[in-house]
């Protein structure tokens, strides 16, 4: 079952998105970050397959879905920022396991930076780890407002985002869902590119002492995930090649186990 509700941040409201556990809730809260540009709807799919013995909570960036905006452009930091809030009202002192997917890697290392006692386990799941020059080939056509305009081709680089590179794999009606949860952050759409296009992912991955599980599948991210496994202190490296699109959506299930697994070994604090 999923549930929705909202939890106070000091410039606002994070909405957030929960699926409930299924059997007795023996293990840590796990929190799903999203990438951009989209929400915690991101994870709908697989968030059933991840609930076993567990809540699993997806939360909005700010700005995204249905949280509050911050004031002034958005960092990966205000991300952190909004995801700890809702840990502090949900989960309060228990530790939490963090799964990230694309921009969400970047918000978990920040979270895991930010809060380290807070967080047991991470996992990431296709690293967007970049180097400056990288960064700007990857964002720049995606930096800056949105451009809206009364004409409908104004829509044209969401619905290619939405629908065009999606339709063959999740469907019409998954995809269109996709699309429409961009356009609610309307000239804002692509303020979490810009957050992720600043941050300084070589430089602050390297510094997480937690246990990080990278999930690689086969796509673009591929070989900056490998990379990304081999810089962390206390890294395992999966490589999923036979997962070539739509992770989240085509495969739940089988991607379900690979998290499931690695947020099984062991504890760590």
């Known amino acids: 079952m999923t549930r929705h509700g909202y939890s106070d941040a000091p410039w606002g409201q994070v909405h957030w998105r929960e699926h409930v556990a299924t059997g007795l809730r023996t293990e840590p809260d796990l929190y799903c970050l999203h990438p951009a540009p989209f929400s915690g709807l991101a994870f709908a799919r697989i968030m059933p397959h991840l609930a076993h013995n567990r809540r699993v909570i997806a939360p909005d960036y700010p700005g995204y879905g249905g949280s509050d905006g911050v004031p002034g452009p958005p960092s990966i930091s205000h991300y952190a920022d909004a995801i700890s809030a809702v840990i502090t009202d949900q ?104 957050a992720a296009h600043k941050y300084d992912c070589l430089a602050r991955l390297p510094c997480v002492q937690k246990p990080v599980t990278v999930i690689a599948s086969q796509s673009p991210l591929l070989a900056a995930s490998r990379r990304a496994a081999a810089e962390l202190p206390m890294s395992t490296l999966i490589e999923r090649l036979d997962i070539k699109r739509a992770v989240l959506d085509e495969a739940p299930e089988r991607i379900a186990r690979d998290i499931m697994n690695a947020l099984a070994v062991g504890e760590q604090t």
Do not use: K
């Not at 949105?146 to 829509?155: A, F, K, R, W």
């Not at 619905?159 to 429409?180: D, K």
């Open 91 to 194: 989960t309060q002192a228990s530790l939490v396991d963090l799964l990230g997917f694309h921009t969400g890697c970047l918000v978990a290392i920040e979270v895991a930076l930010q809060c380290p006692e807070r967080v047991r386990r991470v996992v990431m799941l296709d690293v967007p780890y970049f180097d400056a020059a990288e960064r700007a080939t990857a964002y720049g056509a995606n930096l800056g407002l949105y451009s809206l305009t009364s004409e409908l081709c104004c829509l044209t680089p969401a619905w290619e985002r939405g629908i065009t590179r999606r339709v063959e794999s999740q469907g019409i009606e998954r995809s269109f869902e996709m699309f429409v949860e961009q356009l609610r952050a309307a000239r804002t759409m692509n303020a979490a590119f810009e």
